[in-house]
C-alpha cells in the first residue's frame, strides 16, 4: 500500500492506493475514520480492484486550502465535490470506477452516483446513512438556529461532552454513537473537525428520484449492507428506496454500526466475484 497527495485548489487530499487489480474502486470511510478502513479488501479482491482510499475532510492528513470557520460555513455542493473527484480520475487515468461508502462516506459515494454516472460501475453502501441520516444530522447541519448551537457547543469541550451525555439520555443517539462521538472531541482540532463535518457537508443530501434514476438507467450494480444490530441505521431506512430499484442487493450482517471486518469483506466478496 502506498499513499500520496492530490493537490488542487481546493484541497490537498491525502489518499492510499492498494490493490493490483483493472477496475478502480474509490473508497470513502465513516466518521472518524481514514483511508485505510477498507484494506480489507485487498486480502480477497486485489486481483479485480486498485483501491482508492482517501482521508476525508476533516479527517488525518486531507486538508482544505482554506480551512477557515469562513469556508466551512460556505460549504461545499454537489457539482463541486463531484468535480474535485472527476479531476482526480483524471490525474490517475481512471475512466470509469465503483464506490464504496461507510456510514459518512456513503454520502461522498451517492453525490458521485447522481453526479457523475456514466462513469460509475458498482455503488456500494455500508450504514447507508444518506438514505435517512436521522433528525439530528439535518437539524445541526442546515437549520440555522440548530447550526448555531452546534457552533457554540462543539468548540467548548464541557458543552460538547454535557451535550452529547444529554442526547443519549433522551435517547437521540445510542450508547455506540456516543463512545465513537465522545472519543472525537479530546482537542480542540477536534471539536472543530467536528463541527466542520456537520457544516461543510450539509448540501451532500440524497436526491433519491436522481439517484434511483442514474441507477436504473445506468445499470449500475447496487449493493446495500445492513447490521442486523446497527441502531443508528437499521436495515428499515433502506426499504422504500431499495424496494424501487429494478436490480438491488442487500447483504445483511450479524453486526452493530461497526462492521467493517472480515465477515463483511467475504460476503461482499461473494457478491463481487
Do not use: W
Not at 34 to 47: A, P, R, S, W, Y
Not at 247 to 265: R, W
Amino acid at each position: 500500500m502506498t499513499d500520496y497527495y492530490f493537490e488542487n485548489d481546493l484541497v490537498s487530499l491525502h489518499y492510499y492506493k492498494f490493490g493490483n487489480g483493472p477496475q478502480a474502486m474509490l473508497c470513502f470511510h465513516g466518521y472518524g475514520m481514514h483511508g485505510k478502513q477498507f484494506k480489507l479488501l485487498e486480502v480477497t479482491l486485489d486481483l479485480k480492484y486498485t483501491f482508492y482510499g482517501f482521508d476525508l475532510f476533516f479527517h488525518k492528513e486531507t486538508k482544505l486550502k482554506d480551512q477557515s470557520l469562513a469556508a466551512v460555513k460556505k460549504g461545499i455542493s454537489k457539482k463541486e465535490l463531484a468535480a474535485l473527484f472527476a479531476e482526480f480520475c483524471q490525474h490517475e487515468g481512471i475512466e470509469r470506477f465503483s464506490v464504496i461508502g461507510y456510514s459518512m462516506g456513503t454520502h461522498y459515494a451517492t453525490v458521485i452516483v447522481e453526479e457523475l454516472p456514466q462513469m460509475v460501475n458498482e455503488y456500494i453502501v455500508v450504514a447507508p446513512s444518506s438514505l435517512n441520516p436521522g433528525m439530528l444530522i439535518p437539524f445541526f447541519s442546515k437549520n440555522k438556529i440548530g447550526n448555531k448551537i452546534l457552533e457554540k457547543v462543539a468548540l467548548n469541550q464541557s458543552a460538547l461532552t454535557g451535550m452529547l451525555k444529554l442526547f443519549r439520555r433522551l435517547r437521540f443517539i445510542n450508547d455506540e454513537d456516543y463512545k465513537i462521538l465522545f472519543a472525537e472531541i479530546g482537542t480542540a482540532e477536534l471539536r472543530f473537525n467536528f463541527y466542520a463535518c456537520f457544516t461543510y457537508l450539509r448540501f451532500l443530501e440524497t436526491d433519491e428520484p436522481r439517484l434511483l434514476k442514474a441507477l436504473d438507467e445506468q445499470n449500475i450494480k447496487s449493493i446495500f449492507i445492513f447490521g442486523k444490530r446497527d441502531k443508528s441505521f437499521p436495515l428499515r431506512i433502506g426499504d422504500k428506496f431499495i424496494g424501487k430499484l429494478k436490480q438491488a442487493e442487500v447483504i445483511i450482517l450479524d453486526e452493530g454500526h461497526e462492521m467493517i471486518k472480515k465477515d463483511f469483506v467475504y460476503a461482499l466478496t461473494n457478491l463481487l466475484l
